[in-house]
């Protein structure tokens, strides 16, 4: 499966700035995600990062907090903005590898723990 | 009706037991159903996909699928300790490719 690799691993913020968050996949990709997971919770869709055009947003979740970009098959990014301790986090960027020839499976990043104070 | 649901444990077996673990879905069109590993402080690592009825056998793991009841399960024989984690059952839904994660389940594989 492909390799994805994410940075930072784990930040510390200050309340009211913005983090951006780097995903990166050692091969092309079609869709790639955005997850969250806060502490002792389940996995939460934040949006599909689409490969020239807008991100697809659930609901609950806005691009004016969580812009993303995807120039490219390999690469996106997700950005935290205006932080407040509420978005103290993991977060999670995953790939569906359609090399594999099966449909929906998912793979996942390490993840970016984010501790907002 | 939460769209995935898993009873969130802890479930604890002895080393060696069949540890057995459940996920029940509210869309009935789904056609692709995951489970997925996730040990403390890692993310998510994919473990068994399954597609059709009846039962797919990996190793010491076997899924279960049955579509009439939208009931999957995960089987995990002769559980060891390095087993213990918490399992996430995940299907599509909305149609499109995005997954909806179960909360998930805690294993105990006690020496």
């Known amino acids: 499966s492909a390799v994805i690799s994410q940075k930072p691993s784990r930040d510390i913020c200050q309340r009211g700035t913005s983090l951006t968050i780097q995903c990166q996949v050692d091969?092309?990709?079609?869709?790639m995600f955005w997850y969250r997971q806060q502490p002792g919770q389940s996995l939460t869709l934040i949006a599909t990062?689409?490969?020239?055009?807008?991100?697809?947003?659930e609901s609950g979740f806005v691009i004016d907090k969580f812009p993303i970009s995807r120039p490219n098959l390999t690469f996106s990014t997700l950005t935290v903005s205006n932080m407040s301790p509420e978005d103290s986090s993991i977060y999670l960027c995953?790939?569906?590898?359609?090399?594999?020839?099966?449909?929906?499976?998912?793979?996942f990043g390490p993840g970016t723990r984010l501790t907002v104070l | 009706q939460k769209e995935v649901e898993q009873n969130s444990g802890p479930l604890s077996v002895p080393e060696g037991a069949i540890a057995s673990l459940n996920c029940t879905y509210s869309?009935?069109?789904?056609?692709?159903f995951f489970w997925y590993r996730q040990y403390s402080g890692k993310s998510p690592e994919l473990i068994m996909s399954?597609?059709?009825?009846g039962d797919k056998e990996d190793g010491r793991f076997t899924a279960q699928l049955n579509k009439a009841s939208q009931y999957v399960s995960l089987l995990i024989r002769d559980s060891q300790p390095s087993d213990s984690a918490t399992y996430l059952c995940?299907?599509?839904?909305?149609?499109?490719?995005?997954?909806?994660f179960g909360t998930g389940t805690q294993l105990k594989v006690e020496l």
């Open positions: 995953s790939v569906e590898d359609s090399d594999r020839g099966a449909s929906n499976e998912q793979f």
């Open positions: 091969s092309q990709v079609t869709m």
């Open positions: 990062a689409n490969q020239g055009s807008e991100a697809t947003y």
């Open positions: 869309d009935r069109g789904s056609q692709s």
């Open positions: 399954i597609y059709s009825n």
């Open positions: 995940a299907v599509p839904t909305g149609g499109g490719n995005k997954l909806t």
